[in-house]
């Protein structure tokens, strides 16, 4: 296995980067052209980023970027984004899945962190690592 298998983004991210980079030269990016959800992209990343204390003009750069960025890894596919609850457990599990990489394995430090059983922590572990594994390891039987 090579470690190109393992990239999360394919290898046009770095051209599309320049395209992302390239927003910067316009002076005022009208969002009335774009498409109505593009648009409201760019106003919701744009109030958070704010709600962040990030500086206006600073947001006003950032958060068209973020949304082309969103575009172009999700764009033309048809995709679910839960709300709620089984929002906060995704972006929960997630965060136990970056924390277990970067505190090396510490199963007992995680619970206490996230107040579930150490039981829980290794099937959310689990359930993280099969999705991660499926993304950067394609099926051979499809």
């Keep these: 296995m090579t470690?190109?298998?393992?990239?999360?983004f394919a290898d046009d991210h770095d051209k599309f980067g320049q395209f992302i980079d390239g927003l910067d030269q316009?002076?005022?990016?009208?969002?009335?052209?774009?498409?109505?959800?593009?648009?409201?992209?760019?106003?919701?990343?744009?109030?958070?980023?704010?709600?962040?204390?990030?500086?206006?003009?600073l947001?006003?750069?950032i958060a068209p970027k973020l949304a082309a960025v969103l575009g172009h890894y999700f764009g033309g596919r048809v995709c679910y984004i839960p709300n709620g609850e089984a929002l906060k457990a995704a972006i929960r599990d997630n965060g136990?899945?970056?924390?277990?990489?970067?505190?090396?394995?510490?199963?007992?430090?995680?619970?206490r962190?996230?107040?579930?059983?150490?039981?829980?922590?290794?099937a959310i572990i689990r359930e993280?690592?099969?999705l991660h594994r499926k993304r950067h390891q394609p099926d051979m039987f499809e």
């Design 96 to 111: 136990i899945f970056l924390d277990y990489q970067i505190s090396n394995g510490n199963i007992s430090q995680l619970a």
């Design 26 to 57: 316009m002076s005022e990016v009208n969002t009335k052209s774009w498409p109505k959800l593009i648009s409201e992209f760019i106003d919701l990343f744009y109030a958070e980023l704010r709600r962040q204390k990030m500086d206006e003009t």
């Design 128 to 130: 993280q690592l099969a």
């Design 59 to 61: 947001a006003a750069k």
């Design 3 to 8: 470690t190109k298998n393992l990239k999360l």
């Design 113 to 122: 962190k996230y107040r579930l059983t150490d039981s829980y922590v290794y």
